[in-house]
């Protein structure tokens, strides 16, 4: 989808469809009066006769007006101007895109006529383009029959006063294309997404761009590193494990690095201590993680972002197995510690705790891992909020703030020791997994085990917002917009 802007004249748009909000209680917005003068008042009619209230959900499509350029026109209604935000929003990108989708090759949505405090018009743009994107894509690969009605949009302008339209869309096509990139990673099936599949697609990221490089690290390395924690995960599968290493350099050479860590779990069935069969399909999605952290390195690297930043996605397919590893065993590892594995369905942990050891070596300035780790986070947050763990206040206003500007919502929950005794073993350093209760916080509190107190780091429990379950079930490319917009407030700081 190619996305444009425009400030002519209304009524001197030449496009296919020009879609126009309509607000409750005949509230006519500046868009809406123009069309009305224009058109001799057909939108006047239309609601003194009833046919259209302006409620949120209303859509009216009218063929051509007299006095405009465009072969159709469709009003979205949006409700109480008063109450109007960014889900309205949202609502009207779905309707325009979904009802002109089919018929129109350009089409014109006029947002100017939108205010949502405390935001600039250039924040209403970067969420129209995040929004109709989010209805635009589509994961046909392995579709063999081409659906009968084809999309043949291919163009999407806005019709808006933003200050700095041009850069918006800039900015916003190479942080969609990301998006829809780690979109792409994630949805594959697990017999195609595999851990050798992450590293390919890493490897042919690295080759596109010269400022990029990686590395590989297969099961003869990691055990030469002796990480026994992702090798342990990774033993029961067919699929061997690897750690991928991504580095872009953007930076000064001395200036300490971002690193991103994604749990790469391309499968898991929770190994010997397996999963209840329902919906054990939608594990395929475990490697949300891994997958955002290849599209927030890509956007880096597209938008030249003047930082350093590491990428590292430790990656296996968690399987029962004569080989895989049990409950009860002890693994040691890349830290040293020991672990008593009390069940093989925290999984994520275990691999996470060897990259964030292995992080240590590039000094970074902050660690930031993401993750697919515990139902409990889903439990407690649902899927809109990501969970934000950190010790560090200043890393957690940074990403809130990011959180917030990108409407890629997480919310901040307790990590400390006070929950630490839930993990303790009689016979290792620690256990995998405790009680039931607070299980995404015990879950990041194991992590914590594994990164010195001083460093800045943050654990997001994406459980809820990487994908989308049961029907239409899809990764949603969370959070990849956070997480971008995180670092190019990171670069404005240097
Ligand atoms: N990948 C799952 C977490 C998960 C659950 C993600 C539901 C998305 C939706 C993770 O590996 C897992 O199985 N966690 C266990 C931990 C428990 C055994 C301590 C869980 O959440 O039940
Ligand atoms: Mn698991
Ligand atoms: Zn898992």
């Known amino acids: ?31 809406a009066q123009t069309l009305d003068t224009a058109s001799g008042k057909v939108i006047t009619q239309l609601i003194k006769q009833g046919d259209f209230h302006g409620t949120a959900g209303e859509s009216l499509l009218l063929p051509t007006i007299a006095g405009l350029r465009t072969s159709r026109v469709l009003l979205v209604g949006c409700g109480d101007i008063a109450e109007f935000n960014n ?3 949202e609502k009207f990108c779905t309707a325009a895109v979904n009802t002109l989708k089919n018929t129109c090759k350009t089409v014109c949505l006029a947002i100017d006529d939108f205010h949502i405090k405390p935001h600039t018009a250039d924040w209403i743009l970067e969420q129209s383009l995040l929004h109709c994107n989010r209805v635009s894509y589509e994961f046909t690969a392995y579709k063999s029959k081409k659906t009968p009605l084809k999309t043949v949009l291919s163009e999407i302008s806005f019709y808006t006063d ?16 990301a998006i829809n990139f780690t979109k792409d990673v994630a949805n594959q099936p697990c017999n195609i997404g595999t851990p050798d599949y992450l590293v390919q697609i890493a490897k042919e990221l690295a080759k596109k761009h010269s400022d990029l490089a990686v590395t590989d690290m297969d099961v003869k390395h990691l055990k030469r590193l002796k990480m026994g924690g992702i090798l342990g995960v990774g033993q029961g599968s067919s699929n061997p494990p690897h750690l991928i290493e991504l ?105 996470l705790c060897d990259a964030l050891s292995y992080a240590k070596k590039f000094k970074p300035n902050v660690i930031i891992d993401m993750a697919t780790l515990t139902g409990a986070c889903v439990v407690a947050l649902g899927t809109i909020n990501s969970g934000l763990f950190t010790r560090h206040d200043h ?40 009680s039931r209760w607070g299980g995404a916080i015990t879950a990041a509190c194991f992590l914590d085990r594994f990164v010195d107190k001083t460093q800045a780091w943050a654990h997001l429990d994406i459980a809820g917002p990487a994908y989308t379950a049961g029907k239409g079930a899809g990764a949603t ?13 990171q670069s404005a700081k240097k």
């Open 1 to 31: 989808m190619k996305f444009t802007f425009t400030s002519n004249k209304l009524t001197q748009i030449k496009t296919d469809a020009i879609v126009i909000p309509i607000f409750s209680k005949g509230t006519l917005s500046a868009n």
């Open 87 to 89: 889900q309205c929003l």
């Open 162 to 177: 933003a200050k700095h339209a041009q850069q918006t869309i800039k900015t916003m096509s190479i942080t969609i294309d």
């Open 247 to 351: 580095r872009y350099r953007g930076g000064k050479a001395n200036q300490a690095p971002i690193v991103l860590v994604g749990k790469g779990v391309t499968f898991d069935t929770g190994g010997i201590s397996i999963k209840p069969s329902s919906s054990m399909e939608d594990m395929k999605f475990d490697m949300c993680g891994a997958a955002s952290v290849l599209g927030a390195v890509k956007a880096a690297v597209e938008l030249k972002l003047p930082i350093n930043l590491i990428g590292l996605i430790p990656t296996v397919e968690n399987m029962p197995d004569g080989n895989s590893y049990r409950p009860g065993d002890i693994l040691t590892s890349y830290s040293g510690q020991t672990i008593e594995i009390t069940n093989t369905d925290a999984e994520g942990r275990v691999i």
């Open 395 to 434: 890393l957690a206003h940074d990403l809130l703030s990011a959180a917030a500007q990108s409407d890629d919502k997480a919310w901040r929950m307790p990590l400390e020791d006070a929950y630490y005794p839930d993990l303790d073993s009689d016979i290792a350093d620690m256990k995998n997994s405790g």
């Open 477 to 489: 490319g969370r959070p990849v917009a956070l997480l971008v917009q995180y670092l190019r407030n």
